[in-house]
């Protein structure tokens, strides 16, 4: 079956500092992959998606690359802000049939940010 | 601009009693979806429904039914409610089922079974 691996958290970074957060993943097929942002006391939100492979996604200063030969889909961004401390989550739609919009979710990372 | 609204926003239920959670969204999407979040475990699909009139089990339906009363509204139902059911609930949508469809999320549901 298909799976997700987040690395593990919790991730504590100082304002400004350099973020990876990494992601792999199980698959048939060509799976569309995704990452979602949890900020407290809400629901996820879409982050950024890429759709084939090498393709890259970013939104707001985060990017992630689909690498299909090494499985992954790490999350960067050059420099955090306070703002950015929330959950986040690596995710994959596979192809084929009618379960594109069924995700499978990795466990999620906690990422602090400090001034 | 609602999106989607989940209620109640917390609900505490001792062991065997039973709840029903709702979900709208007025977005007209076609497809439906109920996840579970756990510590350590990320969301897990409950059920879904790929458009009105269909629902289908998704990685973890046991202890749970379904209900699409039409296009907007999507219900979780508890028949007999168990401490392992102590979770976050999310309702989420999408327009369809293409390629990369975005999910659209519920604010969530605190449940605890006591």
């Known amino acids: 079956g298909n799976s997700v691996t987040q690395m593990e958290g919790p991730v504590t970074l100082s304002e400004e500092a350099f973020l990876t957060i990494n992601c792999t993943y199980t698959?048939?097929?060509?799976?569309?992959l995704f990452w979602y942002v949890q900020y407290p006391g809400e629901g996820l939100q879409l982050l950024l998606k890429?759709?084939?492979?090498?393709d890259k996604g970013s939104n707001k200063g985060f990017e992630a690359t689909y690498r299909k030969e090494t499985t992954s889909f790490h999350l960067e961004k050059g420099s955090v802000q306070v703002s950015d401390s929330a959950v986040y989550f690596c995710?994959?739609?596979?192809?084929?049939?009618?379960?594109?919009?069924?995700?499978?979710f990795g466990q999620g990372t906690i990422l602090t940010v400090h001034p | 601009n609602a999106g989607v609204t989940q209620t109640p926003k917390f609900q505490v239920l001792k062991t065997g009693q039973s709840m029903t959670l709702q979900c709208a969204q007025d977005?007209?999407?076609?497809?439906m979806y109920w996840y579970r979040q756990d510590p350590g475990m990320g969301l897990r699909l409950i059920y879904y429904?790929?458009?009105?009139?269909?629902?289908d089990k998704g990685e973890v339906p046991n202890g749970y039914n379904v209900s699409r009363l039409n296009k907007r509204e999507f219900s979780l139902r508890l028949e007999s409610a168990a401490p392992s059911q102590t979770s976050v609930y999310f309702c989420?949508?999408?327009?369809?089922?293409?390629?990369?469809?975005?999910?659209?999320f519920g604010s969530g549901t605190q449940l605890s079974v006591l």
């Open positions: 989420a949508s999408t327009k369809t089922q293409g390629i990369g469809e975005k999910l659209f």
């Open positions: 698959a048939t097929g060509y799976p569309s």
């Open positions: 890429a759709t084939k492979a090498d």
């Open positions: 995710a994959l739609s596979a192809d084929g049939g009618t379960s594109y919009g069924k995700l499978t």
């Open positions: 977005m007209n999407h076609n497809s």
């Open positions: 429904s790929a458009s009105e009139g269909t629902t």
